[in-house]
């Protein structure tokens, strides 16, 4: 047997990459932030999650939740408390599952199950990570041009080539450093609620008092939410990141094969987690609450874009919040565009059986690499292309919800499964809100197709 590889406890042998291999995309001085502590600062624990909670408020979430907030008001606000805890325990399951694998959703999905589950799956996420691109790519140049004039698209072509060139220049660690940072350009729209007047008390009773509506434009709409908040890219996503901090430190192995550290893995992920998406779901609430005391207030009820908030912003606001919403757009794109395009690589990677990983260089995972700089520039050839921006935002929002449900009922029965989890399958509490996540992302869409039936 090769000194490269391991046997986990199903007998499956598994590569490993030698350890200067393993530093070849980061520093030998570089920090190994999987270790379960904080020595290195809050910045070493929060990392996946973190990451995934701020991209999900992309560009494309924004308009989503600006529309929410200036058709419906504080309605809906509801449906933030609602969805934390199931997409925290998803995303939580989606860490596990790399952690303890050292493999990613597809990839364990080519491992353990039927080729006819994989692809359809994978094709679905990645349409919608393309359509994704190309919204959130558009919404940075028009961003760009809300602040210093100039050609949206040349802006858009010059940030969707700088996201490429970070993604497959920058080393591992650096890279996810500044993804770090960048999620600091949520509280854009903290700043954005307090130069507004907003009515505290209605927006309480709200919050925690359910409004619904049985038409075919309200079920859209909260189906839009869910698979706004809930997305599969997210999935993917944090589960292939906890295999690349994994494979960044040559001391650490798939749990399932090594088991030592386990607890400590598990605390870190879940702080990790919890954290990333109670300030993705609080960014969210908050940006309802400021188009709907803003736009929704002054009779503005169709907001289609998120450059579109921020220039409404601008004559009821100020230009103070028009500006900072337009900043918040461009710097969530910057943190999104490689997120969706990283997710996209991954899982058709993966399914293929490529090398893969931001650990690796260019010439050592050129399909993988190929994968991100091909998928976004599809993304932009969508902006020149003068696809309906808004049409393809919306509605890939609904097939991410639509899409949602079948892939977290994969999901579960996988961490449920002792074949892919050895030892760790899922606790009960990840069981409990995983399943109640599922049902409720599958009855979304159900009551979505009952209400276009009788439409």
């Given at each position: 047997?090769?000194?490269?590889?391991?046997?986990?406890?199903?007998?499956?042998?598994?590569?490993?990459?030698?350890?200067a291999?393993a530093?070849?995309?980061?520093?030998?001085?570089?920090?190994?932030?999987d270790?379960?502590?904080?020595?290195?600062?809050?910045?070493?624990?929060?990392?996946?999650?973190?990451?995934?909670?701020?991209?999900?408020?992309?560009p494309s979430?924004?308009?989503?939740?600006s529309?929410?907030?200036?058709?419906?008001?504080?309605?809906?606000l509801?449906?933030?408390v609602?969805?934390?805890p199931?997409?925290?325990?998803?995303?939580e399951?989606?860490?596990?599952?790399?952690?303890?694998t050292?493999?990613g959703?597809?990839?364990?999905?080519r491992?353990f199950?039927?080729?006819?589950?994989l692809y359809?799956?994978?094709?679905?996420?990645?349409v919608?990570?393309?359509?994704?691109?190309?919204?959130?790519?558009?919404?940075?140049?028009?961003?760009?041009?809300?602040?210093?004039?100039g050609?949206s698209l040349?802006?858009?072509?010059?940030?969707?080539?700088?996201?490429?060139?970070l993604?497959?220049v920058s080393?591992?660690?650096?890279?996810?450093?500044?993804?770090?940072?960048?999620?600091l350009?949520?509280?854009?729209y903290?700043?954005?609620?307090?130069?507004?007047?907003?009515?505290?008390?209605?927006?309480?009773i709200?919050?925690?008092v359910?409004?619904?509506?049985?038409?075919?434009?309200?079920?859209?709409?909260?189906?839009?939410v869910?698979?706004?908040?809930?997305?599969?890219?997210?999935?993917?996503w944090?589960?292939?990141?906890?295999?690349e901090?994994?494979?960044a430190?040559?001391?650490?192995?798939?749990?399932?094969?090594?088991?030592?550290?386990?607890?400590?893995?598990?605390h870190?992920?879940?702080?990790?987690?919890?954290?990333?998406?109670?300030?993705?779901n609080?960014?969210?609430?908050?940006?309802?609450?400021?188009?709907?005391?803003?736009?929704?207030?002054?009779g503005?009820?169709?907001?289609?874009?998120?450059?579109q908030?921020?220039?409404?912003?601008?004559?009821?606001?100020?230009?103070?919040?028009?500006?900072?919403f337009?900043?918040?757009?461009?710097?969530?794109?910057?943190?999104?565009?490689?997120?969706?395009?990283?997710?996209?690589?991954?899982?058709?990677?993966?399914s293929?059986?490529w090398?893969?990983g931001?650990?690796?260089?260019?010439?050592?995972?050129?399909?993988?690499y190929?994968?991100?700089?091909?998928?976004?520039?599809?993304?932009?050839?969508?902006?020149?292309?003068?696809?309906?921006?808004?049409?393809?935002?919306f509605?890939s929002?609904?097939?991410n919800?639509?899409?949602?449900?079948?892939?977290?009922l994969?999901?579960?029965?996988?961490?449920?499964?002792?074949?892919?989890?050895?030892?760790?399958?899922?606790?009960?509490?990840?069981?409990?809100l995983?399943?109640?996540?599922?049902?409720?992302?599958?009855?979304?869409?159900?009551?979505?197709?009952?209400?276009?039936?009788k439409?």
């Amino acid at each position: 047997m090769s000194k490269n590889t391991v046997t986990d406890k199903t007998g499956r042998f598994s590569e490993r990459k030698p350890k200067a291999q393993a530093l070849s995309r980061r520093g030998p001085n570089s920090p190994t932030p999987d270790k379960g502590d904080t020595k290195h600062g809050i910045l070493s624990t929060l990392g996946p999650g973190l990451i995934a909670g701020a991209a999900d408020d992309d560009p494309s979430g924004i308009a989503t939740y600006s529309q929410i907030g200036a058709q419906y008001g504080y309605s809906m606000l509801w449906s933030m408390v609602l969805t934390y805890p199931l997409m925290a325990a998803i995303q939580e399951i989606s860490a596990q599952i790399g952690r303890v694998t050292g493999h990613g959703i597809a990839g364990n999905l080519r491992r353990f199950y039927s080729p006819w589950l994989l692809y359809p799956i994978v094709g679905i996420m990645v349409v919608a990570n393309i359509i994704n691109l190309g919204a959130d790519i558009g919404a940075m140049g028009d961003a760009a041009h809300l602040l210093i004039n100039g050609p949206s698209l040349l802006y858009a072509a010059l940030f969707a080539t700088l996201c490429v060139i970070l993604e497959i220049v920058s080393p591992y660690d650096k890279y996810a450093r500044y993804l770090k940072w960048l999620c600091l350009t949520l509280f854009a729209y903290v700043a954005t609620v307090f130069v507004i007047h907003v009515p505290w008390k209605t927006v309480l009773i709200s919050t925690f008092v359910p409004s619904l509506h049985l038409n075919v434009t309200f079920a859209t709409s909260l189906v839009a939410v869910l698979g706004t908040t809930i997305s599969p890219y997210l999935f993917f996503w944090q589960a292939e990141e906890e295999v690349e901090l994994e494979r960044a430190n040559p001391k650490e192995f798939p749990l399932k094969s090594r088991p030592a550290g386990a607890k400590a893995q598990f605390h870190r992920i879940r702080v990790d987690t919890y954290s990333g998406m109670a300030i993705s779901n609080l960014i969210a609430y908050l940006i309802i609450v400021s188009t709907a005391a803003s736009l929704h207030a002054h009779g503005i009820t169709n907001i289609q874009s998120s450059t579109q908030a921020a220039e409404a912003l601008r004559p009821i606001a100020g230009r103070f919040a028009s500006t900072v919403f337009a900043v918040g757009i461009i710097g969530t794109g910057m943190l999104a565009v490689p997120v969706f395009a990283g997710s996209a690589a991954y899982a058709i990677g993966e399914s293929l059986k490529w090398p893969v990983g931001l650990n690796r260089s260019p010439l050592q995972a050129r399909g993988f690499y190929t994968v991100i700089a091909l998928s976004t520039v599809l993304g932009l050839c969508l902006c020149f292309l003068k696809v309906d921006p808004i049409k393809a935002l919306f509605w890939s929002a609904v097939l991410n919800g639509v899409a949602a449900g079948p892939i977290m009922l994969v999901m579960m029965l996988m961490g449920a499964n002792k074949r892919v989890m050895g030892q760790f399958t899922l606790p009960f509490y990840l069981k409990a809100l995983g399943w109640a996540g599922t049902c409720a992302m599958l009855a979304a869409a159900i009551a979505l197709f009952a209400t276009w039936g009788k439409s």
